[in-house]
T-cell receptor, first 110, second 113 residues
Framework: GEDVEQSLFLSVREGDSSVINCTYTDSSSTYLYWYKQEPGAGLQLLTY?????DMKQDQRLTVLLNKKDKHLSLRIADTQTGDSAIYFC??????????FGTGTRLQVFP | EAQVTQNPRYLITVTGKKLTVTCSQNMNHEYMSWYRQDPGLGLRQIYYSMNVEVTDKGDVPEGYKVSRKEKRNFPLILESPSPNQTSLYFC????????????FGQGTRLTVV
């Protein structure tokens, strides 16, 4: 079945690194995504990774993919208060369809 | 500006009173969908549409209807709302394809009393 799981909360100090984890079930997903939801707003695409890659880096963001364990992580370096949001992992087992995780609420404190 | 616009942003209604949440996109996207967001459950897809006059059920379609008469609009209809439909609703659109970015509206917070 299709299921994407994330821990619900993460709290980090400003300047530290944040690591948000996700497990998914459908190994046929060609792309895996991270979306960010700021308070009172819709979701915005943060980054994505192709399933034949192990890692993707984009400025402060690093995405790691362990396809064998179906584990995806998002690392945010030098976390800032503006990074406080809900982060959703999503897989795409079929063309057009996105399966979202439960979301991880990241709280950054000074 | 490329955007997905939902209306209203907030709505409080009573059980059984029909309502429509509108969604409009200006990016000429073929694919549109509706999600509901509930605490601890993430986003669940209600209905989706691959193009004009083509709609299909998502994972939680019970109690909802949609229509896609024009490419830009994809309204969500609750014929007889019930309290378990109290939720935060999002409309999204994208081009069709394996890896295309989904653009989301600002959300509609619906409370059914």
């Amino acid at each position: 079945g299709e299921d994407v799981e994330q821990s619900l909360f993460l709290s980090v100090r400003e300047g530290d690194s944040s690591v948000i984890n996700c497990t998914y079930t459908d190994s046929s997903s060609t792309y895996l995504y991270w979306y960010k939801q700021e308070p009172g707003a819709g979701l915005q695409l943060l980054t994505y990774i192709f399933s034949n890659m192990d890692m993707k880096q984009d400025q402060r963001l690093t995405v790691l993919l362990n396809k064998k364990d179906k584990h995806l992580s998002l690392r945010i370096a030098d976390t800032q208060t503006g990074d406080s949001a809900i982060y959703f992992c999503a897989e795409s087992p079929h063309t057009d369809k996105l399966i979202f995780g439960t979301g991880t609420r990241l709280q950054v404190f000074p | 500006e490329a955007q997905v616009t939902q209306n209203p942003r907030y709505l409080i209604t009573v059980t059984g009173k029909k309502l429509t949440v509108t969604c409009s996109q200006n990016m000429n996207h073929e694919y549109m969908s509706w999600y509901r967001q509930d605490p601890g459950l993430g986003l669940r897809q209600i209905y989706y549409s691959m193009n004009v006059e083509v709609t299909d059920k998502g994972d939680v379609p019970e109690g909802y209807k949609v229509s896609r008469k024009e490419k830009r609009n994809f309204p969500l209809i609750l014929e007889s709302p019930s309290p378990n439909q109290t939720s935060l609703y999002f409309c999204a659109s994208s081009f069709r394809g394996l890896n295309t970015e989904a653009f989301f509206g600002q959300g509609t917070r619906l409370t059914v009393v």
